[in-house]
C-alpha cells in the first residue's frame, strides 16, 4: 500500500473500501468509501492523519466537495474547531453562488459555493474522498480562490494514480492517504 501518509493509511483506507463495478455508469469502476466512514475507529484514524499531516494551526476554514467531502470536512473541522464550507453541486445553494463546470472521467459537472463562503484570505483546507482526473479539485480551488479565500491544502482519502489527477493540479500539492 502507497500513500502520503504512510502505509498503516493506506492500509485503513484499503480497508474500508469496496469496488463497484459499472458505477456510476458501465466501464467504470467506483471506489466505494462508505465501509470506512461507517467504522468510527477507523474514520477517526483518518481523520487524525490528515489534522497531523497538515497541522490545526494552518488552516481556518475545511471545504468539503459534495457529497462525501462533507463527512470528512465535518470530522476534521470539529476534531480542529475551524469551520466548514460545503462546495455543492449546481443548483443546491440558496444565496448567490460562485460556480466551476469541468469534466468529470464519466461526464461533466458544475459545482458552486457560496460568494461570501469565506473571508478574504482566509486559509482553506479542500477535502474530497477521491481524487480521478483532477477536475472536480481544480474547479474547487478555483471556486475557493473565486470567493476570496486562499487554498493552503488539499487532501483525499483515495488517489486513482492512473487517471492523473495529481499532475493535472501541478504545481498545487496533493496529499492522498491512498494511491491505487
Known sequence: MTGDSGPELAALVASGTVDVPDFPKPGVLFKDLMPLFGDGPTFRKVVDGIVAHHGAGSFDVVAGVEARGFLIAAAI??????????VRKAGKLPRPAFSASYALEYGEATLEVHEDAFVAGQRVLVVDDVLATGGTAAATMDLVEQAGGTVSGFTVLMELGFLNGRERLSPRGVHALLTV
Do not use: H, N, Q, R
Not at 473541522?77 to 460545503?86: K, L, S
Open 77 to 86: 473541522g470539529y476534531a480542529t474547531g475551524a469551520g466548514v464550507v460545503p
